[in-house]
């Protein structure tokens, strides 16, 4: 990275100096040649001509170096997931052969609690590719229905067999960048449940365009409310966490145009609005 920007430090002067010398010679030829609509025209031209390829050489320069990496990366994580890939599928046509032969209730309880976690795998893997995609390359924006989207992440967090989920929810599409809505989606509930008793419901709600994510938990005060989007700030620095979910939800509410808001109380609880009018079909 400093290697990057040392070299884009010595192109931005090279560049500098070198429109100072055409301007320079511009001035030098205007002078000498006399100040006339032709004299101005070939000055332009070539002045015009001398920057582009220049421009071109130093654009080049830079460029390429970042187009092979990019492509090495991609190359080297595609490997990489590949081979994550096989054992995850290993567990899941294991689990699933074993489940067909065990018949005692505690056996196949534990099982279902690895299939769970295998599904879980399953979504991190799928974030993981999403996440390098997303450095390299822009995410191509899918519609999907928000119900049944919330319907299945909400049926993985009650396995954790903690706080009960209420969902109101109508049925309808929206366009956006679907694995990270996922993960915004993620953050939240987990935030919801980490700082409310496991007995406390959780509520999901959606007025007109607007989504509410409402817990009964500790809240916040309004200094705490003030650092919440701050990344590494925690409420409870006895919880688990390195308090980083709040920044990632606010930066991909703002790439996606998602108006946030939290409201909360100390003792009482905290409600997130998220404003979904701009990606509603």
């Not at 500098?16 to 320079?24: G, H, K, N, P, W």
């Not at 390359?137 to 706080?163: D, G, T």
């Not at 308090?243 to 998602?258: N, T």
């Amino acid at each position: 990275m400093g290697s990057l920007r040392r070299k884009t430090i010595f192109a931005t002067l090279g560049y500098f100096s070198s429109v100072a010398i055409l301007l320079s010679f511009v001035y030098w030829f205007l002078k000498n040649e006399g100040f006339s609509e032709n004299n101005y025209l070939i000055a332009s031209i070539l002045v015009l001509f001398l920057a582009a390829g220049w421009g071109y050489i130093i654009a080049s320069h830079l460029l390429a170096p970042k187009a092979e990496q990019d492509a090495n990366l991609s190359q080297l994580s595609s490997e990489i997931l590949h081979e994550l890939n096989i054992p995850l599928s290993t567990i899941k046509a294991n689990t699933s052969l074993l489940a067909k032969r065990l018949e005692d209730e505690k056996s196949l309880k534990r099982l279902k609690r690895i299939e769970d976690s295998s599904v879980r795998l399953e979504r991190l893997y799928a974030e993981l590719v999403y996440s390098i995609k997303k450095e390299i390359h822009p995410i191509e924006k899918e519609i999907f229905s928000l119900k049944l989207l919330l319907e299945e992440h909400i049926e993985i967090f009650e396995a954790f067999e903690r706080n009960r989920f209420v969902l109101n929810v109508a049925s309808f599409n929206v366009k956006a960048d679907k694995i990270g809505f996922e993960k915004m989606i993620d953050n939240l509930l987990m935030n919801a449940m980490k700082y409310s008793d496991k007995n406390a419901p959780i509520t999901l709600t959606l007025n007109n365009s607007t989504l509410e994510i409402s817990d009964k938990g500790i809240g916040m005060d309004e200094t705490q409310l003030l650092k919440v989007y701050e990344r590494y700030y925690q409420v409870d620095n006895q919880k688990t966490g390195q308090g980083i979910g709040l920044a990632l939800v606010k930066s991909y509410c703002d790439a996606e145009k998602i108006g946030i808001e939290i409201k909360s109380e100390k003792n009482l609880g905290t409600t997130v609005s998220l404003n979904l009018e701009q990606i509603i079909q």
